[in-house]
């Protein structure tokens, strides 16, 4: 499978690219990654293109989104790079400085681009993603609940 190609997961569940099932894996909890990882019993041989380092990278913003580009400020994160003996490569960036989740999430997108992606998309992202939906959840609704709404009434000597 190439590294772009959506990854078939069986029936009924959804087809994660590569760039998603890598943007699931940077954002989730590290020592969840690892839980969900090491639960499943994700194994295989490989060589290290890159083990884990840490480092940071430059964060950027827009002011309104739409605005001029600007330096916002530094981001800690951690990147790792493996090849598995039959030669898929892996990438793991993840925020902070956890080595393990970057090697976790290098051995998984490795793994992501075999036969085992339907096994370790039940096993690992799904869970991960709906974890990580729940929590977005429970935050907008207490944002939600603190909402305050103004209304402006209009005066009649005003129009």
Do not use: C, Y
């Amino acid at each position: 499978m190439k590294g772009s190609e959506a990854a078939d997961h069986g029936p009924g569940a959804p087809a994660l690219t590569r760039q998603e099932w890598l943007g699931l894996m940077a954002r989730a909890p590290g020592r969840r990654l690892a839980e969900l990882s090491r639960a499943s019993g994700i194994t295989a041989p490989f060589a290290w293109l890159r083990p884990p380092e840490i480092g940071t990278i430059m964060i950027r913003g827009r002011a309104g989104g739409t605005g001029a580009p600007f330096n916002l400020g530094e981001m800690t994160v951690t990147r790792a790079s493996l090849r598995l003996e039959s030669g898929q490569v892996g990438h793991g960036h993840v925020q902070g400085r956890d080595k393990a989740a970057a090697e976790w999430a290098a051995l998984i997108d490795a793994l992501m681009q075999t036969d085992r992606a339907p096994a370790i998309a039940t096993a690992v992202l799904t869970p991960l993603a709906q974890e990580m939906a729940a929590s977005a959840q429970t935050r907008a609704e207490k944002a939600a609940a603190t909402r305050v709404e103004f209304f402006t009434l209009v005066r009649g000597e005003d129009q």
